[in-house]
């Protein structure tokens, strides 16, 4: 059984940043990457970034390349998400999950919104 939890977010103003983070316990020996992802409000649930916890290669969709950074600490069993230039249509709730995601894997995730 694995547990992830996020946390870190939050309201901020355009242009803003938040830092996200996704906790995860459990059985996870056999999860080799983990990604972000998010839903907002009357939309279907998109990925976002994804990281590999070996060799730490990241992938991010078009839309927030350049603007957010997902990295992890190996020792915490933590995937992190730094998040500049925020941006209303950012606005969502962001989840971690493994990557490819499992059903079975999503949490309750943490709120993110961007005012104008």
């Known amino acids: 059984q694995v547990q992830l939890v996020e946390s870190g977010g939050g309201l901020v103003q355009a242009g803003g940043s938040l830092r996200l983070s996704c906790a995860a316990s459990?059985?996870?020996?056999?999860?080799?990457?983990m990604g972000w992802f998010r839903q907002a409000p009357g939309k279907e649930r998109e990925f976002v970034a994804r990281i590999r916890w070996t060799s730490g290669s990241t992938s991010y969709t078009d839309s927030v390349k350049g603007r957010f950074t997902i990295s992890r600490d190996n020792a915490k069993n933590t995937v992190y998400l730094q998040m500049d230039s925020l941006k209303p249509e950012d606005t969502a709730v962001y989840y971690c999950?493994?990557?490819?995601?499992?059903?079975?894997?999503w949490g309750q995730g943490t709120q993110v919104t961007v005012s104008s």
């Open positions: 999950n493994r990557y490819p995601s499992r059903a079975n894997y």
């Open positions: 459990g059985r996870t020996a056999s999860i080799y990457a």
